[in-house]
């Protein structure tokens, strides 16, 4: 590793952090774009960087610095929910909804992310999924059910984007293949035979919802996680490093490939707990 390298990139996130540190959530969320949009960019450019894993390393183990890369990271991902309400009102509007959907900069990203969780949890058409924090915008279910005909169910517990969510399936006019639910992972076991429980990245707190997970859900049950291991990127996911409990065993990781920056982490409850769960696994 070279050290003007390590300190080149540890200024460049120290003056993305000046930059928007003051910034509140009501500001990203609803305020004018053109004070913070740049910033974003200028991040998203850092992050995107081909550096040594050793690089992030080294970053990470600086407890100072961490703070600070935890507040950058919170307020990227205000700033993701922004263009996800933003989209999704506008796909509602829009005159055909489904070219709407494919005109989403991040589009390919979540085909090649359902491509991964289709794989991953050996699924089939007809299968359902539960999606823990499914969000305004539940690209991962409505790609999983277009194109490989994938039932969902997306749990979000912020009521507002529950709402819209639902109205933007009505839109897509998904109502039968896909459900939204208001609630989180207390929501559930749900009284439906499920074949994978995904939970989104920005879903949190890992080891809470872990917790639940481990207590309701049936021996052979399969889960999905969303991870950032990759270079800069781990910076941003402050649960990386999250260990599930005993009770889930790893099988699988799926590491990305370019345009995808998660890698999809799948696990099977290996522990038996008595639970109300319709589950049919293939374990």
């Not at 460049?12 to 004070?35: K, M, R, S, V």
Request: aromatic fraction near 10%; include cysteine.
């Amino acid at each position: 590793m070279k050290e003007n390298e390590f300190e080149s990139i540890k200024n460049e996130f120290l003056n993305i952090y000046t930059a928007i540190c003051d910034l509140t959530d009501d500001e990203i969320l609803n305020g004018p774009e053109d004070i913070f949009r740049s910033h974003f960019e200028r991040l998203q450019r850092l992050i995107a960087r081909d550096v040594d894993d050793h690089l992030a390393d080294e970053l990470l183990y600086d407890r100072e610095f961490r703070s600070i890369t935890k507040r950058i990271s919170h307020l990227k991902t205000l700033n993701g929910l922004r263009m996800e309400i933003k989209y999704a009102q506008s796909i509602i509007t829009a005159p055909n909804p489904w070219i709407s959907v494919q005109g989403f900069i991040y589009y390919p990203n979540y085909l090649r992310l359902a491509d991964m969780e289709y794989r991953g949890a050996e699924l089939k058409p007809g299968d359902r999924v539960v999606f823990l924090g499914s969000g305004p915008l539940p690209l991962s279910l409505i790609c999983l059910c277009k194109q490989y005909g994938v039932q969902g169910i997306g749990i979000e517990q912020v009521p507002e984007y529950a709402e819209l969510s639902q109205k933007l399936i009505e839109a897509l006019e998904l109502t039968e293949h896909i459900q939204i639910v208001q609630g989180n992972h207390f929501s559930l076991p749900l009284n439906k035979e499920c074949m994978l429980v995904m939970v989104a990245a920005d879903a949190g707190p890992k080891d809470e919802i872990f917790a639940h997970l481990e207590k309701t859900l049936p021996n052979g049950a399969r889960l999905s996680c969303r991870i950032y291991e990759k270079g800069l990127r781990r910076l941003m996911d402050d649960q990386a490093a999250f260990d599930p409990p005993p009770a889930f065993k790893e099988y699988l990781r799926i590491r990305p490939e370019p345009p995808v920056n998660n890698t999809s982490v799948f696990l099977i409850k290996t522990k038996f707990h008595f639970s109300n769960f319709r589950w049919r696994s293939n374990a």
